[in-house]
């Protein structure tokens, strides 16, 4: 079975199944989708989403609102976004959570599909409460309004504004406020917060 296996990938490495007149071909195709995806990879900032930087999550614009209302926050000195919503059983369980909401962000922000307003999706619910309970269990421990009797309601239920405030919009936070990374091609540009100190 494992020879089987070997054989077969053995020939379509090779290109034993494509006539000799055109491996070159083949070879020069498979060269250039190779190099797209590098490039797209480095334009889209692809590794920056493998740490846990909060600058990341500005890489789509839909989300300088809530980088920027949670920089102004208490979580800000104490947690990044993946510490709220990113599950962390495992690290297993965290990069596969990534990448789920990473490919579905990506499509929905590259279709030009976002909404105005996000709100946060049935599957990150869970993701949140269980990280909420996470850091705040000697807090919750002490307070029987929290999670006493049914245990079904959620931290953000009566902590609406933590930590990114009531109006959580593209056009409740002014452009002043966000964030600018710095250029792909130039990352050794100086930054403060996400952006440039030199003046403009």
Known sequence: MFRRALSALTSLLTLRFVPRPWWILC????????????ALGKV?????????????CVNCHVMR???ASWQRSSHARVATCNDCHVPHQT???????KARDGLYHSSIFTLRLEPQVI???????PVVQNNC???HQPTIATV???????????CWDCHREVPHGRARSLSASPTVMSPELPDVFHPQQ?????????PQ
């Open 27 to 38: 070879f020069a195709a498979l060269g250039i989708l190779a190099g797209l995806a590098l």
């Open 44 to 56: 889209s900032r692809a590794t920056s989403y493998l740490s846990d930087d909060p600058e990341a």
């Open 65 to 67: 609102p809530h980088y």
């Open 91 to 97: 690290p297993l369980h965290a990069y596969a959570f």
């Open 119 to 125: 709100h946060i999706s049935s599957g990150a619910v």
């Open 133 to 135: 309970r996470r850091c």
């Open 144 to 154: 029987s309004a929290c999670c006493g009797g049914d245990g079904d309601r959620l």
């Open 190 to 198: 100086p930054r403060i917060g996400g952006r440039d100190p030199r």
